[in-house]
C-alpha cells in the first residue's frame, strides 16, 4: 500500500515549537519532491516547503524561512517539519504531499511547491494560541 501517513501536530502557545512527520508507506522518497502545505481557516493549501531527494533542493516560503525546517531520515522514508517560533498565523491544518521527480527537475531555481502531487498525507491540525 503507498500512502503518506502523518503524525506530531497539536496545541502549542506563541513561540512554541512543534515537529511534525510524514512518513512513507510503501515506497522510498529519494525519487520525490515532499512538500509541506497548510490551510488556515477561511484559506487554501499553502504550500510552505519542500524538498527534492534527487536535487537535494529546498524551498521555503518567506514566512516559514528561518522558522521552519525541512528534513528526512536517512532511510529516505520519513519527512519532517520542524516548526519553531511558532504564531498564531501558523494555525492550520498541515499536510504533506509528494510527487515523482526522478529527473531532478525541482532545482534552486523552484519559486513554490509543486502544486500536482501523486499522495497527500491526512493532514494534521496545529493551533497556536497564547
Known amino acids: 500500500e503507498v500512502q503518506l501517513v502523518q503524525s506530531g501536530g497539536g496545541l502549542v502557545q506563541t513561540g512554541g515549537s512543534l515537529r511534525l512527520s510524514c512518513a512513507a508507506s510503501g515506497f522510498t522518497l529519494d525519487d520525490y519532491v515532499i512538500s509541506w502545505f497548510r490551510q488556515a481557516p477561511g484559506k487554501g493549501r499553502e504550500g510552505i516547503s519542500c524538498?527534492?531527494?534527487?536535487?537535494?533542493?529546498?524551498y521555503y516560503t518567506n514566512s516559514a524561512k528561518g522558522r521552519f525546517t525541512i528534513s528526512s531520515n536517512n532511510a529516505k522514508t520519513t519527512v519532517y517539519l520542524q516548526m519553531n517560533s511558532l504564531q498564531s498565523e501558523d494555525t492550520a491544518v498541515y499536510y504533506c504531499a509528494a510527487v515523482m521527480d526522478g529527473l531532478g527537475f525541482f532545482t534552486e531555481t523552484a519559486t513554490a511547491c509543486p502544486s500536482e502531487n501523486d499522495y497527500w498525507g491526512q493532514g494534521t491540525q496545529v493551533t497556536v494560541s497564547t
Open positions: 524538498f527534492s531527494f534527487k536535487t537535494g533542493t529546498t
